[in-house]
């Protein structure tokens, strides 16, 4: 079946360190990739997208690589600030479907 | 100001007693969805419409309910809530589907006593 595996978190980092958050997906065909964040006590709101293989999608200074031979979407930013504090959704959309399935999130903070 | 509102934003209510959550959104969008967020399961769809009249079941529909008979509007009906529809529940919509930024409205947190 179709299914996303975040990385468990909390991931606690300093302001303006590296982040990557983990993503890695099980689907047939050829699935579009989102990553959708969270911020505290709102709705999900749609970071960033990728439709293809080797598609780079890329917002506000994040970026993910659609990597089909590893099957995943890893969520990359070189300098996290503070307000980059979130839960991160990596989430797909199986070919043929109009659904999207969300993995678990990934609660991110970053402290002065 | 484009938005997908619910109501109530929170319900504290026991098992048996019907309720539907509203959602509205005023940006003209053909697709709308409810998902359920539960911690260390990320969110869930339970049921979707592509456009008016036209809904179908998502990943957990047993115990939902929902009704498009305006594009504007998807409430989500609970007949007989409970205690494990206790959740965190978003509405969504988009322009024509899942390939679209989805536009998520603020949550609805429901405790079934």
């Known amino acids: 079946g179709n299914s996303v595996t975040q990385m468990e978190g909390p991931v606690t980092l300093s302001e303006e360190a590296f982040l990557t958050i983990n993503c890695t997906y099980t689907a047939t065909g050829y699935p579009s990739l989102f990553w959708y964040v969270q911020y505290p006590g709102e709705g999900l709101q749609l970071l960033l997208k990728?439709?293809?293989?080797?598609d780079k999608g890329s917002n506000k200074g994040f970026e993910a690589t659609y990597r089909k031979e590893t099957t995943s979407f890893h969520l990359e930013k070189g300098s996290v600030q503070v307000s980059d504090s979130a839960v991160y959704f990596c989430a797909l959309k199986p070919s043929g479907y109009n659904k999207l399935i969300f993995g678990a999130g990934t609660r991110l903070a970053v402290h002065p | 100001e484009a938005q997908v509102t619910q109501n109530p934003r929170y319900l504290i209510t026991v098992t048996g007693k019907k309720l539907t959550v509203t959602c509205s959104q005023n940006m003209n969008h053909e697709y709308m969805s409810w998902y359920r967020q539960d911690p260390g399961l990320g969110l869930r769809q339970i049921y979707y419409?592509?456009?008016?009249?036209?809904?179908d079941k998502g990943d957990v529909p047993e115990g939902y309910k929902v009704s498009r008979k305006e594009k504007r509007n998807f409430p989500l009906i609970l007949e007989s809530p409970s205690p494990n529809q206790t959740s965190l529940y978003f509405c969504a919509s988009s322009v024509e589907g899942v390939d679209q930024p989805q536009h998520f409205g603020d949550g609805t947190r429901l405790s079934i006593l």
């Open positions: 419409s592509m456009n008016v009249e036209v809904t």
């Open positions: 990728a439709t293809k293989a080797v």
